[in-house]
């Protein structure tokens, strides 16, 4: 199939994934009001084989030291998964699956698979890694930029509760100890060991929950246009502290839902 734009659509929701410019979600309009920032760097991108950075580029693979592209100096951030072209496998007018093959930089043969599935109040995202080869770590993460304003009306709110926050350090990466919660601006990322759950809340206009399964969300709101709040199936540096084995018989999974309700 073709790698062109998709679209899907739901009741008053509409959804544009582009292939082309890294698997990334451009858009997701709901009643005809974006929600995501727009921009080519923008909208939602998955975060493969790895999530946020890497110390220094380096992480341990087995007993070999694997040494990533330092594309945000001194680390690597966000996987390399975003930087390609996907594949198309197929589409509905609710549905949508894309692959990416993993290449050099990343040093074993696998693919990655997102499934996109949209309703009139919600939409699920479900990406999986899987191994051609030997066993290797990694991570699944979502990065969308929501916009902070809708164009009318106050700015978002967050709220969610968190057990712990890492301790971030001077090189952003977490520090491996647990604090309390503290208050934001944030870049940082927090411990939902029942699950990921973060309510943003544009005041008289729109409530959306973002949910997943796993037991890490980044939040990043230091950018005056949008926020981020970022499920993930590990913390930053993740590759090194959390690991995620990926096993010809077991791939690695994760699905987040984000579900809204106007107000």
């Known amino acids: 199939m073709s790698n062109e734009d998709i679209t899907l659509t739901a009741g008053d929701a509409e959804v544009t994934v582009l292939p082309e410019n890294g698997g990334r979600v451009g858009s997701l309009r709901v009643g005809g009001v974006e929600l995501l920032r727009q921009g080519e760097k923008f909208g939602c991108f998955p975060m493969v084989p790895w999530c946020g950075r890497i110390r220094e580029g380096r992480f341990l693979d087995g007993a070999v030291v694997r040494q990533m592209p330092l594309n945000s100096p001194p680390h690597a951030i966000h996987g390399t998964t975003r930087d390609g072209a996907w594949t198309t496998a197929r589409t509905t007018a609710t549905e949508a699956v894309i692959t990416y093959d993993l290449v050099a930089p990343w040093p074993h043969p696998g693919r990655v698979t997102q499934v996109f599935a949209l309703t009139p109040d919600a939409f699920t995202l479900t990406t999986s890694v899987e191994t051609y080869g030997d066993s290797f770590p990694a991570q699944i993460g979502w990065h969308p930029w929501f916009n902070r304003n809708l164009g009318t009306g106050e700015d978002v709110l967050l709220d969610f509760t968190p057990a712990w926050q890492e301790e971030r350090g001077d090189d952003h990466l977490p520090t491996g100890k647990r604090v309390d919660p503290r208050p934001g601006p944030w870049d940082d990322c927090f411990a939902m060991p029942d699950g990921v759950d973060v309510t943003l809340t544009w005041p008289g206009q729109l409530e959306l929950k973002v949910a997943a399964r796993e037991q890490w969300v980044v939040v990043y709101d230091e950018q005056e246009a949008a926020v981020c709040v970022e499920p993930q199936t590990g913390p930053p540096n993740g590759l090194n502290t959390h690991?995620?084995?990926?096993?010809?018989?077991?791939?690695?999974?994760?699905?987040?839902?984000?579900?809204?309700?106007r107000l």
């Open 243 to 261: 690991p995620r084995l990926v096993t010809p018989i077991e791939p690695l999974e994760a699905t987040t839902t984000w579900s809204w309700r």
